[in-house]
């Protein structure tokens, strides 16, 4: 069993940046995928960018790539999402996820955290 807690959402202005955490417990496996998703209202549940924990393979939707950076710390066991230039567009829910391969598909993280609100304004 995985726990996955996000947190350092909040309000942000557009063009600002914001560091999310995914402090990540229980069982994991060498080569599982730390990903991160969002939610805007009305809106399905959008890939944002993934890690491969044992390798230093990181891949990134389109929409937040040169913007947003996924990096780790192994000894804390926490993921992180750098968000800088937000928009307004990147408001949502944030979520971490984890999963067993490589994927752009929520389907394929079997385990999630409660997610962190960002609200960017403009």
């Known amino acids: 069993q995985v726990q996955l807690v996000e947190s350092g959402g909040g309000l942000v202005q557009t063009g600002g940046s914001l560091r999310l955490s995914c402090a990540v417990s229980?069982?994991?496996?060498?080569?599982?995928?730390l990903g991160w998703f969002r939610q805007a209202p009305g809106k399905e549940r959008e890939f944002v960018g993934a890690k491969l924990w044992s390798l230093t393979i990181t891949y990134y939707a389109d929409s937040v790539k040169g913007r947003f950076t996924i990096s780790r710390d192994s000894a804390k066991n926490t993921v992180y999402l750098q968000m800088n230039s937000v928009k307004p567009e990147d408001t949502a829910v944030y979520y971490c996820?984890?999963?067993?391969?490589?994927?752009?598909?929520?389907?394929?993280?079997?385990?999630w955290g409660p997610g962190t609100q960002v609200t960017v304004s403009s």
């Open positions: 229980g069982r994991t496996f060498n080569n599982y995928v």
């Open positions: 996820a984890v999963g067993s391969r490589r994927s752009y598909a929520a389907s394929d993280f079997g385990s």
